[in-house]
């Protein structure tokens, strides 16, 4: 009886792995992720800032970042449907609802020490720092390093082999 | 001793169990969530855009690129029967034009019950019409070999009628080809392989070329190459001494060229244009049976006619979409398809002509053009999506005569006329016809609570030749718990007869498998005066109703159930009658012995049931293990035949020609730089009639696999087999015929779900840059 358990037990623990996630979600955790690798210039805020423009991924990015850190700073979410209401943040997550006013918050947002996340098709291409896709069933990033040179971001090459990079607005991949 | 560290294992277990329980995205490495997979999705099945397919209101199966890319298979029809328990595709031999075109059928129903898609535009059928004995005879349908497979990211099938989505044709489910968009990489692969017995060598080249445009768009061009060997498998023939192999049964020998395109220009400003576009030319050669000496009532020697088939597939769709305001698109396109069969005929002769007849013969051909112009316009709001459009469909179809030699009778009505093998089209059989119709719909979805969905559909459709038609489908989704859904849908559909079921005709000479005589029989039109005098009426629409009703079931997030049940009732389905004796008057004013034609003929049953759990296991170390198991049990049955036209020969193959059970055991498993699939298939019994007696063919199971070795991070080489345990059909039991028996010319059931070519084993290697 007792290896009966044992066994079960151990056939429970290696089926308990991991699984498929939704797309949401895994742009959601990528975000901070990406985070990890990259240098701002300065952090003035306590906290480490994502700030959400028309959010789509319901309460996604509460769940997934409640009492973390990145970079030793607990995360704070903030959530605006306006570009004009943004404050300071590390990073500015915008979603595909934003698609007719992207040259807009690109243009707003150009000088910021804000690191700009989309998963818009052709986001880096306009100039946006990260974009996300999805090919088949995994999670992809686009990394537009002269728009990070641009806002003074350094990228680490761990995140660098893991993504595509684009130079230049016309670059071909 | 042994108890104490029995208790220290439990507990390690308990916790290492309970801290596993809780494991957090989150915690996981940036490299580990770029492996991970997300949630398989389609766009099939509704208009409100791609949607977990276990989240779906209808079952939805998807069969990914990598998956097709390690079955090691070259045409899509094989992929599809590979990977899709209820789906049947037998190989079939001496059945003129059918050997060319493979005929497919999803839950036993007929192929032009299926309706087929890419990137969710209705694609235009074969110009072929199936008119021997075969599964599937009467249809015509998608030539899904058409498809370059390099160009495919995905396939998705609904198992469910959606007649008022899509309109005609959509009875046994849709079949929708995703074709690769914007990130994949370019690549070239080669493949050759042969069967174990040393024939049915193949030699496939292919290349897809990817090139990004701005703002993300692309255009992505697929092409591929394929040469095949005939493969043999024919009896002896004991009609000459000795007896020997005189005809051909197996694969047929074939050429194949496909290219396609892909291709979407994208405004940041919310416009996109996008394209896509297919051409195959494909030559096909198998042969009919032998012509003895002792037959041959001109020179008195033996020959055994080849039947060529020239196919010319092309398609071009092209359309614009963009958005109105928030939550709100529209979507504009216009697809153009043409399919051209043309026949050849070797190595025969036309009787008629004696000595003078020549021994090639250009035998005319079908040609099929299908225009559709659709707008889409699409609104959502939080608890309401609504989407509906416009289509116009144009359709015609003709028939080519071939060389007087092909079909002259030269005015000799006591011997068979028209080339041996098969008599080309007569200008009589000429046919230049066309149709139109156009459709209105609307498709609204609507949550009645957090955990209720509606969906519901109409869709009125006119034919400028059958008139009209309207449907309408439901579909309930309830979410029982976090875990379990139920799900239910019923509708209505429809299948407008063919053109070419409306319009087909020709005669050609058959040998009579139960005395070995020539005679000479037709296929007419429904309007000809033959077909009149033997009881033919003006064809309708089939009507469908399909039910459906199931549940998904996800314990956890790497393993999940569906169980499905599904009734489907067919009235006025079409068949061909079967072969109507002519009366002596008749013979002499139309040249036929015998004549068959379509009929509005029956009333079927359909009901089965689909049961589906998929797992996924991912390891530690970076390595990934999938399971897939599908059952699938499906019953025909003719409930009410309206005429004696339809005989037992068609109602054994309705109801038994193809198995009713089968399975998929699908297995994944991927190491480091090593790709392991291994997959089961089991094909359970099914029947053929020869005149009033039923054989049985006993179960089948295969395996395949394929072991794929990642030599870079760009170039890949595999081995594998198809079959690779030479599972073959039971020859014919206790039936001893020349043509059709044990010991004849054809030992097997050209119903056998595997074909009966035996193990195929190859090997492939493939290169992205």
Known sequence: ?173 | MISRYTSVLVSFLLLSFSLQAHENIFDKSMEDILAMESELKAEIGSRDGARNCLDSNTPVDVITYKQIESSGLLSLTDVLRYFVAGFNAPETSVADGSDHVRAFTLRGMSPDQVLVLINGKRVHTSALLHVNGVIGRGSSHVDLDTIALGAIDRVEILRDGAAAQYGSDAISGVINIILKGMGHKSSISTHYGQRSKGDGQKVEAEAFISRALKNDGFVNLSMEAIGEEQTQRAGEDHRVSPPTITSHVGIPESKSYKAMLNAEILNMDDLSVYSNALVNYRDSKASAFYRPAASNLVTKQGFLPQIEANILDYALSVGVKGTLGEHSTWNLSNSYGVNEFNYHVEDSMNYTLGTTSPTSFDNGGLKFVQNTTTLDFKKSTDILKIAGGIEFRYENYKINAGDEASYTNNNNFSIPSGSQGFAGFSPENEVDESRTNYALYVDSIVDLSKNLQLEVLARYEEYSDFGESTNAKFALSYKLNPKTLLRMSGSTGFRAPSLAQSFYSQTSSFVNSSTGELTTEGTFKVNHALSQELGAKDLKSERSKNLSMGTVYQPSKNLSFMFDLFFIEVNDRILLTQDIQTTKEQTLTYGVTAARFFTNAAQTKTKGVDVRANYQHFLHDNSKLDFSFWFNYTDNKIIDSRDDTSTYVEKVRIEDGQPKASVRLLTNYQINKFNTALNVSHFGEYYQAIGNEKYKFNPMTAVDLDISYNITKKSKVAIGGNNIFNAVPNKWNNLNGDFYGTNGIKPYSRYSPLGYSGAYYYLRASMEF
């Open chain 1, 1 to 173: 009886m007792k290896s009966i358990i044992v066994s079960f037990l151990f056939l429970l623990n290696t089926l308990m792995l991991h699984a498929y996630e939704s797309e949401d979600k895994l742009k959601t955790v990528i975000v901070g992720k990406i985070a990890k690798y990259i240098s701002w210039n300065e952090h003035t805020s306590d906290y480490f800032v994502i700030t959400v423009l028309n959010n789509e991924f319901g309460s996604l990015f509460d769940e997934v970042y409640r009492d973390r850190s990145i970079k030793n700073r607990p995360v704070k979410i903030q959530y605006i449907t306006n570009i004009e209401d943004m404050n300071s943040s590390d990073i500015l997550f915008i979603s595909q609802k934003n698609l007719h006013d992207i040259d807009e918050i690109l243009l707003k947002t150009k000088d910021l020490n804000i690191l700009t996340v989309s998963d818009l098709r052709g986001f880096a291409q306009k100039g946006g720092s990260v974009q996300l896709y999805f090919l088949g069933r995994n999670l992809k990033i686009i990394i537009n390093i002269d728009a990070m040179k641009e806002k003074h971001f350094r990228v680490n090459n761990r995140l660098i082999r893991v993504s595509e990079i684009l130079k230049g607005e016309d670059d071909d991949k």
